[in-house]
C-alpha cells in the first residue's frame, strides 16, 4: 500500500485519470486491492479528489491542490 501510496501522486499530478486508468498497471488481485487501499488513504489524507460528474457517470481522480 504504500509503494502505491508513493506512485499514484506522481501519475495524478497535473492530470485527471479515469478511475479504472488508475488499476492499468495492476498485474494480480492482491495489487488491485493495494492500489485501491493507495486511493483511500489519499482521499483520507486530502491528496486526492474523486468526481463523478452524474449518476453512473465516468469517475475521475485528480491530486488536491
Same mark, same amino acid.
Given at each position: 500500500?504504500?509503494?502505491?501510496?508513493?506512485? $499514484?501522486? &506522481?501519475? @495524478? !499530478?497535473?492530470?485527471?485519470?479515469?478511475?479504472?486508468?488508475?488499476?492499468?498497471?495492476?498485474?494480480?488481485?492482491?495489487?488491485?486491492?493495494?492500489?485501491?487501499?493507495? $486511493?483511500? &488513504?489519499? @482521499? !483520507?489524507?486530502?491528496?486526492?479528489?474523486?468526481?463523478?460528474?452524474?449518476?453512473?457517470?465516468?469517475?475521475?481522480?485528480?491530486?488536491?491542490?
Amino acid at each position: 500500500v504504500e509503494e502505491k501510496m508513493s506512485q $499514484l501522486p &506522481e501519475r @495524478l !499530478r497535473g492530470s485527471r485519470l479515469a478511475f479504472e486508468d488508475l488499476f492499468t498497471t495492476v498485474t494480480t488481485r492482491l495489487e488491485a486491492v493495494a492500489c485501491f487501499l493507495a $486511493l483511500l &488513504e489519499l @482521499l !483520507r489524507l486530502g491528496e486526492a479528489i474523486v468526481d463523478q460528474g452524474e449518476p453512473f457517470g465516468a469517475i475521475t481522480v485528480r491530486a488536491s491542490g
